[in-house]
């Protein structure tokens, strides 16, 4: 069955920078668009990114731009959010999805904090 699975998350100061992974199985990881979505305490899940099947095209929220960066390698089955200049508000629980139905991971933490 679909399996996507997070990592990366934890506790970084204002400014500084991370790496989630999302490592999927189950499917045929390079025929799909990706997405990661975060979820902030008392607010709704937003999205974050997108990539194509083939990583040419991706997309950002207006709130992450020029500091995030979404990624993808096709042969290790892996999408990858590369997080720079990180703010407060930045903090919640970052999800991986995949295009075309409710497959979603379990979420990594993200906290930003001094």
């Known amino acids: 069955q679909v399996q996507l699975v997070e990592s990366g998350g934890g506790l970084v100061q204002p400014g500084g920078s991370l790496r989630l992974s999302c490592a999927a199985s189950?499917?045929?990881?390079?025929?799909?668009?990706m997405f990661w979505y975060r979820q902030a305490p008392g607010k709704e899940r937003e999205m974050v990114a997108s990539?194509?099947?083939?990583?040419?095209?991706?997309t950002y929220a207006d709130s992450v731009k020029g500091r995030f960066t979404i990624s993808r390698d096709n042969g290790k089955k892996t999408v990858y959010l590369q997080m720079n200049s990180l703010k407060p508000e930045d903090t919640a629980v970052y999800y991986c999805?995949?295009?075309?139905?409710?497959?979603w991971g379990q979420g990594t933490q993200v906290t930003v904090s001094s």
């Open positions: 189950g499917f045929t990881f390079s025929s799909y668009s």
């Open positions: 990539i194509s099947s083939r990583g040419g095209t991706s």
């Open positions: 999805k995949r295009n075309l139905g409710e497959f």
